[in-house]
């Protein structure tokens, strides 16, 4: 397969007609969600969540943070005081809707 090829290939197998699935690890075998929220941890990862991973995610954070724990990323060794500093939350439009 030629470096075009493989191009060609990957675009034809990405699917735009639907939603990204949620990158949670929560969902063990069973079908991933569309994603509905991009998590942008201050540009150093980006997550796709469902709403229950994202509710998850930030709820677990902000118990750890009350508990007087620390939210340090694990990418930059950045300390953080909040959830929303750390990541920005943005939602994603459902598909479909604007083409
Ligand atoms: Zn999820
Ligand atoms: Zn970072």
Redesign the pocket.
């Known amino acids: 397969m030629s470096a075009l090829e493989s191009v060609e290939y990957l675009l034809a197998h990405l699917d735009f007609d639907h939603d990204p699935p949620c990158d949670g690890n929560h969902h063990g075998a069973q079908v991933r969600p569309a994603a509905r929220f991009r998590c942008d941890?201050?540009?150093?990862?980006v997550f796709l969540y469902c709403a229950s991973c994202e509710h998850r995610e930030r709820t677990q954070i902000e118990q750890t943070l009350a508990a007087g724990g620390t939210l340090t990323?694990?990418?930059?060794?950045?300390d953080f005081e909040s959830f929303t500093e750390?990541v920005q939350v943005a939602p994603i439009p459902p598909s479909g809707g604007a083409r």
């Open positions: 941890q201050h540009g150093c990862d990323c694990i990418h930059c060794a950045q750390c």
